[in-house]
């Protein structure tokens, strides 16, 4: 049962989000029939899956959304504000609904209250005009046929055959042993299923149960042969129709493209938890780490056994293992891909409700959201677009009456567009609102302490914009007063930089402003050094250390509060990697430090540790959940013991 | 027996054939407001779900090994409360 409400969350979701991309798009385009269409097919499907669970009143609200969508597609009412308002409404209450059914099982009272304004509204909404469309050219296909089709939420014009089938069962039917719905359930790809008495039923005193009196429709993506065998045995009780796709009329130009049709993707994909992909991908980048052990095999058997051929063996079965593991990784990688549009979809009604509430008009044009990147950056990506998003409406795009002034339409543009470079994904936001001033920004920098006047007068337009990423800039309540921009953007710049990537901005006053996410596509493979301190172990990318040695105490000289030692006539400071970490710093007289020389901030620096380890290939995930605000790390990998490793950000650790 | 009264529910365990229809009209006819839990069951007569269907029963759960189950439920709800 649990498993079935889950199942049912998950496609709610789904459909909410597809209700709501049509409905939106609708209110941009009304004409556009297959919008409609399927926000009607989400609707109805969605009105079906509330119906097996008791959840209050979202069924007669479905139901009445369904029934104003019902209308639009028979009449030609206007699709306008009037009707597209409602039913957005619908779409937000029923997605709080989840929410609450997610927490608590169902619907809270609030919300349940809630139903009696919307369906109110729905009712005002239906203004009626019951003026037919076009007539629909007579067919050979039988009412019945069509209504179930159309009941199951199949829309002809679909690509894709089905089968319709109505099965009445003779009354005496139970008493020669059959059993009609499981006769019927032996039709593979049941899609719909309708069940009605053939008669009236009778008083209860008259009811006879041993008479069959239903009469059973239902539809199927099975092939005609399929269903035909499977009721071989009472053709007499039995009618099956095919039916094929209609022709489809010419889309309209700009109409957006048919939604993949549901059983054509049921065939292609499948449906697998997150977390069973990422075992596979931990397993590969295991792999990667355990194969590593065979070079220095290879080395020790040679010097073992004097065997060349039994060490050129395992070098060769290395290189196969080594090829073969690169494949499965990079198959797996492959498998965590999806469409940004995931991410992206949430805009739209973002876009509208933010716009709505700041009293602007704005068109949001999404673009290249079928450009696909590793899951994880797809769902990480989100808040900080969602914080140029709103960053865009609240302070680039103007107020209406501004924009006339300037000579811009009276709507601004926002447009959210993603493409693919290489390795990378490139996520721009453009908008058309007044962009940002160059001069301000530096006079807010040199009253902020963060520039003097003389350097603040030899930058250039495009480096004085990116200050607005510097922490100093985030919280400063004057640069929000002045162009807007600039709150929180250092949190941007952050968000992306754990993602493997960074954010860039262009701005020209009065014209637009756009910002430029580069993110990688997956996460790659990293090689880090294992060093430990105490007890604990880190890693450290390999990158960012030039090299380790070895350091007599007696070379250490204190440094006021600090110590330092010369290397090569250079003197560098000497950390702690366990004061960094502020763990328990273990003295260790007479002996030699084993000390990291690592790159920071152009300067080096040696860190001591207690020890280093091996040296490892693998595959570095950003911080995510709890530990995501952990200053100093960099991220997490899974290392050959199954051991979860913390991977150092050293620059960040000794800044 | 496979359809049974339990604690205030008509309960159904395992497969529930045609025989069991009368026992269901009989429970159904002396407890008209018990729900009637379908979690236990495996297969269910058609003779059974028009009982059900003819007698309005207020359902509760599905049974699991039925595949069919569900859409059965949602056929027979439209005509019968929604």
Same mark, same amino acid.
């Given at each position: 049962?649990?498993?079935?409400?889950?199942?049912?969350?998950?496609?709610?979701?789904?459909?909410?989000?597809?209700?709501?991309?049509?409905?939106?798009?609708?209110?941009?385009?009304?004409?556009?029939?297959?919008?409609?269409?399927?926000?009607?097919?989400?609707?109805?499907?969605?009105?079906?899956?509330? $119906?097996?669970?008791?959840? %209050?009143?979202?069924?007669?609200?479905?139901?009445?959304?369904?029934?104003?969508?019902?209308?639009?597609?028979?009449? #030609?009412?206007?699709?306008?504000?009037?009707?597209?308002?409602?039913?957005?409404?619908?779409?937000?209450? /029923?997605?709080?609904?989840?929410?609450?059914?997610?927490?608590?099982?169902?619907?809270?009272?609030?919300?349940?209250?809630?139903?009696?304004?919307?369906?109110?509204?729905?009712?005002?909404?239906?203004?009626?005009?019951?003026?037919?469309?076009?007539?629909?050219? @007579?067919?050979?296909?039988?009412?019945?046929?069509?209504?179930?089709?159309?009941?199951? $939420?199949?829309?002809?014009?679909?690509?894709?055959?089905?089968?319709?089938?109505?099965? &009445?069962?003779?009354?005496?039917?139970?008493?020669?042993?059959?059993?009609?719905?499981?006769?019927?359930?032996?039709?593979?790809?049941?899609?719909?299923?309708?069940?009605? @008495?053939?008669?009236?039923?009778?008083?209860?005193?008259?009811?006879?149960?041993?008479?069959?009196?239903?009469?059973?429709?239902?539809?199927?993506?099975?092939?005609?042969?399929? /269903?035909?065998? /499977?009721?071989?045995?009472?053709?007499?009780?039995?009618?099956?129709?095919?039916?094929?796709?209609?022709?489809?009329?010419?889309?309209?130009?700009?109409?957006?493209?048919?939604?993949?049709?549901?059983?054509?993707?049921?065939?292609?994909?499948?449906?697998?938890?997150? #977390?069973?992909?990422?075992?596979?991908?931990?397993?590969?980048?295991?792999?990667?780490?355990?194969?590593?052990?065979?070079?220095?095999?290879?080395?020790?058997?040679?010097?073992?056994?004097?065997?060349?051929?039994?060490?050129?063996?395992?070098?060769?079965?290395?290189?196969?293992?080594?090829?073969?593991?690169?494949?499965?990784?990079?198959?797996?990688?492959?498998?965590?891909?999806?469409?940004?549009?995931?991410?992206?979809?949430?805009?739209?009604?973002?876009?509208?409700?933010?716009?709505?509430?700041?009293?602007?008009?704005?068109?949001?044009?999404?673009?290249?959201?079928?450009?696909?990147?590793?899951?994880?950056?797809?769902?990480?990506?989100?808040? @900080?677009?969602?914080?140029?998003?709103?960053?865009?409406?609240?302070?680039?795009?103007?107020?209406?009456?501004?924009?006339?002034?300037?000579?811009?339409?009276?709507? %601004?543009?926002?447009?959210?567009?993603?493409?693919?470079?290489?390795?990378?994904?490139?996520?721009?936001?453009?908008?058309?609102?007044?962009?940002?001033?160059?001069?301000?920004?530096?006079?807010?920098?040199?009253?902020?302490?963060?520039?003097?006047?003389?350097?603040?007068?030899?930058?250039?337009?495009? #480096?004085?914009?990116?200050?607005?990423?510097?922490? %100093?800039?985030?919280?400063?309540?004057?640069?929000?007063?002045?162009?807007? +921009?600039?709150?929180?953007?250092?949190?941007?710049?952050?968000?992306?930089?754990?993602?493997?990537?960074?954010?860039?901005?262009?701005?020209?006053?009065?014209?637009?402003?756009?910002?430029?996410?580069?993110?990688?596509?997956?996460?790659?493979?990293?090689?880090?050094?294992?060093?430990?301190?105490?007890?604990?172990?880190?890693?450290?990318?390999?990158?960012?250390?030039?090299?380790?040695?070895?350091?007599?105490?007696?070379?250490?000289?204190?440094?006021?509060?600090?110590?330092?030692?010369?290397? +090569?006539?250079?003197?560098?400071?000497?950390?702690?990697?366990?004061?960094?970490?502020?763990?328990?710093?273990?003295? #260790?007289?007479?002996?030699?430090?084993?000390?990291?020389?690592?790159?920071?901030? $152009?300067?080096?620096?040696?860190?001591?540790?207690?020890?280093?380890?091996?040296?490892?290939?693998?595959?570095?995930?950003?911080?995510?959940?709890?530990?995501?605000?952990?200053?100093?790390?960099? $991220?997490?990998?899974?290392?050959?013991?199954?051991?979860?490793?913390?991977?150092?950000?050293?620059?960040?650790?000794?800044? | 027996?496979?359809? +049974?009264?339990?604690? &205030?529910?008509? /309960?159904?365990?395992?497969?529930?054939?045609?025989?069991?229809?009368?026992?269901?009209?009989?429970?159904?006819?002396?407890?008209?407001?018990?729900?009637?839990?379908?979690?236990?069951?495996?297969?269910?007569?058609?003779?059974?779900?028009?009982?059900?269907?003819?007698?309005?029963?207020?359902?509760? %759960?599905?049974?699991?090994?039925?595949?069919?189950?569900?859409?059965?439920?949602?056929?027979?709800?439209?005509?019968?409360?929604?």
């Amino acid at each position: 049962m649990d498993e079935l409400m889950d199942q049912f969350a998950i496609e709610a979701r789904e459909l909410v989000q597809q209700a709501s991309d049509d409905l939106l798009a609708l209110e941009r385009a009304p004409t556009d029939r297959g919008r409609l269409e399927s926000a009607f097919r989400a609707i109805h499907t969605l009105k079906g899956s509330v $119906g097996l669970f008791d959840l %209050g009143p979202m069924h007669e609200v479905l139901h009445q959304a369904e029934e104003l969508l019902t209308e639009a597609r028979n009449t #030609t009412i206007d699709i306008d504000a009037g009707f597209i308002d409602p039913l957005i409404a619908v779409v937000e209450w /029923v997605d709080q609904c989840l929410d609450d059914i997610a927490r608590e099982g169902k619907p809270s009272e609030n919300l349940a209250r809630q139903s009696k304004q919307i369906l109110a509204s729905l009712h005002a909404g239906e203004t009626a005009d019951d003026t037919p469309l076009a007539e629909i050219p @007579p067919e050979t296909v039988p009412d019945w046929a069509e209504a179930i089709a159309k009941a199951a $939420g199949i829309d002809r014009g679909m690509s894709g055959a089905f089968v319709a089938v109505r099965y &009445e069962p003779h009354p005496e039917c139970f008493f020669s042993g059959d059993d009609p719905l499981a006769t019927l359930a032996k039709m593979p790809d049941i899609l719909h299923l309708q069940i009605a @008495p053939k008669e009236p039923w009778p008083h209860r005193d008259n009811y006879d149960p041993f008479r069959c009196n239903l009469v059973i429709e239902a539809l199927t993506a099975a092939a005609i042969t399929d /269903v035909e065998a /499977v009721f071989r045995l009472i053709p007499d009780q039995i009618r099956i129709v095919g039916l094929t796709p209609l022709k489809q009329e010419k889309a309209e130009l700009g109409a957006a493209p048919e939604p993949v049709q549901p059983h054509a993707q049921k065939m292609t994909t499948m449906r697998v938890e997150a #977390t069973r992909v990422d075992a596979l991908l931990e397993i590969a980048g295991e792999l990667v780490t355990a194969k590593n052990g065979l070079l220095p095999l290879a080395e020790d058997a040679l010097v073992a056994t004097s065997d060349e051929r039994l060490s050129r063996r395992i070098l060769s079965s290395h290189q196969e293992i080594e090829r073969l593991v690169g494949a499965l990784y990079s198959a797996v990688t492959r498998a965590r891909m999806v469409p940004l549009d995931q991410t992206f979809r949430r805009f739209p009604r973002l876009v509208r409700e933010t716009a709505a509430r700041l009293g602007k008009s704005v068109d949001l044009i999404v673009e290249g959201e079928d450009v696909e990147a590793d899951r994880e950056i797809v769902e990480e990506i989100f808040e @900080p677009l969602l914080h140029l998003v709103r960053n865009a409406l609240d302070h680039g795009i103007e107020e209406e009456p501004d924009r006339t002034t300037s000579g811009k339409p009276p709507r %601004g543009s926002l447009t959210l567009r993603a493409r693919q470079r290489g390795e990378r994904i490139e996520v721009e936001l453009r908008d058309d609102g007044r962009g940002i001033e160059p001069d301000r920004i530096r006079s807010a920098a040199i009253a902020k302490g963060i520039l003097s006047e003389t350097v603040a007068a030899t930058l250039s337009d495009a #480096t004085t914009l990116q200050l607005l990423f510097s922490p %100093g800039f985030s919280t400063a309540s004057t640069v929000s007063d002045l162009s807007g +921009r600039g709150v929180g953007l250092d949190a941007v710049q952050m968000a992306a930089q754990r993602l493997g990537g960074h954010v860039e901005l262009a701005s020209t006053p009065s014209v637009g402003t756009v910002f430029t996410l580069s993110l990688p596509i997956s996460f790659s493979m990293s090689r880090i050094m294992v060093v430990s301190v105490g007890e604990e172990r880190y890693g450290v990318p390999i990158e960012g250390v030039i090299e380790t040695i070895r350091l007599s105490q007696q070379n250490v000289t204190a440094v006021r509060a600090g110590e330092a030692f010369v290397l +090569r006539d250079l003197t560098i400071p000497l950390l702690h990697l366990a004061e960094l970490l502020q763990l328990k710093r273990r003295e #260790t007289l007479g002996t030699d430090l084993r000390v990291l020389i690592a790159q920071a901030g $152009g300067e080096r620096v040696g860190i001591v540790v207690d020890a280093i380890a091996e040296r490892a290939e693998t595959l570095l995930r950003p911080l995510s959940g709890l530990l995501r605000g952990l200053p100093g790390i960099a $991220g997490t990998t899974v290392l050959g013991d199954g051991k979860v490793l913390l991977v150092l950000d050293l620059e960040e650790l000794i800044g | 027996m496979t359809i +049974r009264l339990e604690e &205030e529910s008509i /309960v159904f365990v395992g497969k529930c054939g045609v025989e069991e229809v009368e026992t269901l009209l009989t429970l159904l006819e002396a407890y008209p407001r018990s729900p009637v839990d379908l979690t236990q069951a495996e297969t269910i007569h058609t003779a059974i779900w028009q009982a059900l269907m003819m007698a309005k029963s207020d359902i509760r %759960g599905i049974p699991s090994s039925s595949k069919i189950a569900p859409m059965i439920l949602s056929a027979i709800g439209k005509n019968a409360s929604f």
